[in-house]
């Protein structure tokens, strides 16, 4: 394997990963503070529409970046208004994100758009990290989007306040034993609330990176599985958030693999090859991973002064 | 003490309509925002579903599917698992349903057994996996359950496109022979003689003649009957609620939860695969075409279920009204021109209310409450007077 090669994997795995770096962020945050969100697609997805849409209307990419985050965040504030004030079944809810957002998404995009399903391509994509100019040769392999950076310092972010903050011990508490954290005056309901808004949050920020800076405008496939796999990389990642960016590095390679290796004249049908990411999740879930993790109180709406 | 109020609203059938009543008012106030009439948006949805003799026939037949994968997320709600996996199922089912279909020439009731057959297997055996690597590696079923949905999605497109199976000019495989069909006199609804009888009966002629009338829903009611009997009237059944209700306690009580975990996992996938070959033998094109995303019969079971209270005898409803909502919603576009993609937000409120729905007996609980502390205090006050005087 030449030096091209492996700059140009290196470069699809970093490109392919971060919408899931942010997806996967959102979905730790959320999770470890006891609170399952399975709608992280559908949050995606919403994000993605409003990042596409007040990026081509506005012409600034930033602008439709910041507000896919609200639109998002908007989402979780939904969930968490569900899940933690009205103790509703937050897979149920989940699901229910994940048909509101899509459907919301294309519906306004018919509204915008003229009855089409798919935005106009914004002017302004993300820059690059070296700009236009890029990189001598092969190595503008790695002049990835400016979203690569900024999935990057969201995961050191969330290290850093997972395991170096109070508030992230507070947080780690109140996903694995909340009534001990509440005798602790830890306000758990809203811990959870700040968690799942900020899970909204990444997702819709998760959505944008896909439309604004991979493909440049938002349709019906823009988003599809990125949410889940997310998800998964979650749990693969043990509920961590290093364990997540790097899950989502390893899927983003198992993708980047199947794009080159399908460039070539390779034997193998090109759909045999779009099955490897998956594949390979499954064969890593059952050789290295073993029994699950999870936080305690994960999916348990919490009732002021139970025992549990 | 429980008011009759409380027990009114505790049941899952007017919690259910409640929540569908939520759903249409908040898609009518979307629609008014985006400038559509709500009202007759809504009139026009629902004369879309059933305006018509061959609207109401059409519905119950698109349905058939969606009802099939809900009844299987529903039987594994009941025992404690999450079938997201359903949509693989069921695109596997199709795939099979349409590989063995398309080779057999056999008499009619056995090429149609053998096709349900190979589907209910391979869906039970995809589905099954999902349990063995949950039952013992400990790996959640969701997460293995996505992963499947997407190899499924490439092993069929992989399957459409070998050159045994792929019909030239087309971007799918070849369809299933006749003898796997199960529509209701397909041969001679065409034939001169059928036409001329059909021709005397305009509601027949408009039903049975214009739409692939099969004999899905007649098997979906029947499974529904059989696996809510299966649930609550054996042992079996009983084993495998008490594995999803607690599990320590059934392994305490002596059930192989591992073995139960597997069971239940792959009845739930049968019922997908069942669902599939009724589809691909049922209706037109009776083929697998190529896909470039999920066509969500899977998933749209997930909210069937949600909404029925995973109720199996409920999941024949609430899979007749998303039927009929999908096949309405492209009447709503065409002729108020709305989106169509405001069923997906209906269905999607539906489960949202559906998931908060349980606050509605605790709120007439408080009101209950509220009113009996009232009247107590009259009562005191209606004593003390009484006392004084």
């Not at chain 1, 899927?251 to 594949?279: C, D, K, N, R």
Request: charged content about 10%; overall charge positive; glycine content about 12%.
């Amino acid at each position: 394997m030449s030096q091209d090669t492996i700059l140009l994997l290196a470069g699809i795995t970093l490109m392919y990963s971060t919408p899931m770096v942010f997806a996967a962020q959102g979905s730790v945050i959320s999770e470890v503070s006891g609170v399952v969100n399975i709608g992280i697609e559908g949050m995606m997805t919403i994000g993605a529409f409003t990042g596409a849409a007040i990026g081509y209307f506005s012409g600034n990419p930033w602008l439709g970046f910041i507000c896919a985050g609200i639109a998002g965040a908007l989402f979780g504030l939904i969930h968490a208004f569900a899940s933690v004030t009205c103790k509703a079944d937050q897979t149920v809810c989940g699901i229910a994100m994940n048909l509101i957002g899509p459907g919301l998404a294309l519906f306004l995009s018919r509204v915008f758009f003229d009855g089409a399903t798919q935005t106009h391509p914004v002017t302004n994509k993300i820059p690059k990290l070296f700009g236009s100019r890029g990189l001598p040769g092969s190595l503008n392999n790695l002049n990835v989007d400016m979203t690569t950076l900024i999935a990057l310092i969201v995961s050191i972010l969330m290290i850093y306040i997972f395991y170096f903050t109070t508030w992230g011990l507070h947080l780690r508490a109140v996903g694995e034993h909340p009534a001990a954290a509440d005798t602790l005056g830890i306000n758990v309901y809203k811990v959870r609330y700040i968690c799942v808004t900020i899970s909204g949050l990444l997702a819709g920020l998760g959505g944008a990176a896909m439309t604004l800076a991979i493909v440049p405008q938002f349709m019906p496939t823009a988003i599809s599985g990125q949410g889940f796999i997310a998800i998964a990389a979650v749990i693969f990642g043990k509920w961590t958030p290093h364990g997540g960016y790097l899950a989502c590095l390893l899927f983003g390679f198992a993708q980047a693999l199947t794009v080159v290796l399908g460039g070539g004249s390779f034997a193998v049908p090109s759909e045999i090859l779009a099955m490897l990411p998956y594949v390979l999740t499954i064969l890593i879930l059952i050789l290295f991973v073993g029994r699950a993790s999870a936080p305690k109180a994960n999916g348990v709406p919490y009732n002021k002064g139970s025992r549990v | 003490m429980e008011s009759l109020r409380k027990k009114f609203f505790s049941n899952p059938f007017v919690l259910t309509i409640i929540a569908i009543a939520l759903g249409f008012c908040v898609a009518g106030l979307i629609l008014l925002l985006a400038g559509y009439p709500p009202v007759e948006s809504i009139r026009t949805l629902v004369e879309s579903m059933i305006g018509r003799p061959k609207d109401i026939s059409s519905v119950i037949i698109r349905s058939t599917p969606i009802i099939f994968t809900g009844l299987g997320v529903a039987f594994a709600i009941k025992t404690g698992l999450f079938n997201i996996g359903a949509e693989g199922q069921y695109i596997m089912g199709c795939v099979v349903a349409t590989m063995v279909g398309s080779m057999l020439d056999f008499p009619k009731p056995v090429a149609v057994l053998m096709v349900f057959a190979s589907a209910m297997l391979v869906s039970a055996l995809y589905a099954g996996f999902v349990g063995l690597l949950k039952a013992h590696l400990g790996i959640h079923e969701v997460i293995s359950g996505i992963m499947l949905n997407w190899i499924s999605l490439y092993f069929s497109n992989w399957v459409c496109n070998l050159a045994f199976f792929h019909k030239p000019g087309t971007v799918g495989m070849y369809p299933v022979n006749d003898c796997t069909y199960t529509m209701i006199l397909p041969a001679w609804k065409r034939s001169e003689e059928g036409q001329a009888w059909l021709a005397q009966y305009p509601v027949l002629k408009e039903t049975l003649g214009r739409t692939d009338v099969n004999i899905g829903f007649v098997i979906a009611i029947i499974a529904a009957f059989v696996i809510t009997y299966l649930l609550n009237h054996t042992r079996k059944g009983f084993e495998l609620r008490a594995v999803g209700q607690n599990i320590h306690a059934a392994r305490f009580a002596g059930i192989n939860v591992n073995r139960s975990i597997v069971h239940a996992m792959m009845i739930s996938g049968m019922l997908c695969g069942i669902g599939a070959a009724s589809y691909i033998t049922g209706q037109s094109p009776h083929t697998v075409s190529t896909l470039s995303a999920f066509e969500n019969v899977g998933f749209n079971g997930l909210a069937v279920a949600f909404i029925a209270f995973s109720s199996p005898i409920g999941c024949l409803f609430t899979g007749l009204l998303f039927g009929g909502l999908l096949y309405g919603g492209a009447g709503l576009q065409s002729r108020v021109g709305a989106p169509t993609e405001i069923i997906n937000i209906v269905i999607g409120v539906i489960v949202f209310f559906v998931a908060l729905s349980y606050l509605i007996p605790r709120f007439v609980d408080r009101l209950d409450a509220s009113r009996l502390n009232r009247k107590r205090a009259r009562e005191a006050k209606k004593a003390q007077k009484a006392k004084k005087g």
